[in-house]
């Protein structure tokens, strides 16, 4: 099997699996998406989900968040971990999009990337999920199955989004992001994972996967 035919049973085992990839974190527009975006950092979907109702019944807007004070919004996202970090940066992007763009997230990846504690990720999820914009956010399932499935070095997740957008159609891109990490978490977890029971690996899988371990 040459790659391009590897590369097209992949898309279509994840099609058949995850044939529309519902957004995994909760929101009602571009803001509410950054916000949890920013949140999810070293934090599960499902704790953000359940702290970002708290924090948005008080401020779901960039002018509602300035009221309020970074000590104020830390309380809230503390289970989320990093909260002096990300109180300080939600406060902070807020104002900007407040001075620089009329409270509006702006749908640009050099504006996005420029904001306080957004980074290249958060900024691609945001173009993806919220602007519908070509774009491949690299998570931690994304550049372990990658790597799995022979499809880059591993090496970081800069090359890994290279060698994504490289080896998907661009016009996939938007759900095969989704879809890999809903099959990660699913199929092919870090650990305990058996290579022979997942749809994908069984077939695809690096030969390094089905070697035996020896004893210690």
């Known amino acids: 099997m040459?790659?391009?035919?590897?590369?097209?049973?992949?898309?279509?085992?994840?099609?058949r699996l995850y044939p529309e990839p519902p957004v995994p974190l909760n929101h009602k527009d571009?803001?509410?998406l950054l916000i949890a975006v920013l949140l999810s950092a070293q934090c599960t979907d499902e704790r953000v989900n359940k702290?970002?109702?708290?924090?948005?019944?008080?401020?779901?807007?960039?002018?509602?968040?300035?009221?309020?004070?970074v000590e104020e919004i830390k309380e809230i996202i503390r289970p989320c971990g990093l909260s002096p970090m990300?109180?300080?940066?939600?406060?902070?992007?807020?104002?900007i999009l407040i001075?620089?763009?009329?409270?509006?997230?702006?749908?640009?990846?050099?504006?996005?990337?420029a904001l306080p504690a957004v980074g290249h990720k958060t900024a691609s999820v945001v173009m993806s999920q919220a602007f519908n914009i070509p774009a491949f956010p690299v998570d931690t399932h994304i550049h372990r199955l990658m790597?799995?499935?022979?499809?880059?070095?591993?090496?970081?997740?800069?090359?890994?989004?290279?060698?994504?957008?490289?080896?998907?159609?661009?016009e996939l891109w938007n759900d095969l992001h989704l879809q890999i990490i809903y099959f990660g978490r699913e199929y092919c977890p870090a650990?305990?994972?058996?290579?022979?029971?997942?749809?994908i690996c069984q077939k695809h899988g690096r030969k390094t996967l089905f070697k035996v371990k020896g004893k210690r």
């Not at 040459?2 to 099609?15: N, R, S």
């Not at 001075?99 to 990337?113: C, I, Q, S, T």
């Not at 997740?157 to 490289?166: G, H, L, N, S």
Request: glycine share 6%; net charge negative; aromatic share 10%.
């Open 99 to 113: 001075d620089k763009y009329n409270g509006e997230v702006p749908a640009d990846f050099e504006a996005l990337e």
């Open 30 to 32: 571009p803001y509410t």
């Open 147 to 170: 790597y799995r499935w022979g499809l880059t070095t591993g090496k970081n997740v800069v090359q890994t989004e290279k060698d994504a957008k490289r080896l998907f159609p661009e």
């Open 2 to 15: 040459t790659k391009k035919e590897k590369v097209e049973d992949i898309i279509q085992t994840l099609q």
């Open 86 to 95: 990300k109180s300080k940066g939600i406060y902070g992007l807020s104002q």
């Open 191 to 199: 650990q305990r994972h058996n290579p022979n029971d997942c749809p």
């Open 51 to 69: 702290i970002t109702p708290l924090l948005f019944a008080q401020a779901d807007n960039p002018y509602d968040m300035v009221k309020m004070s």
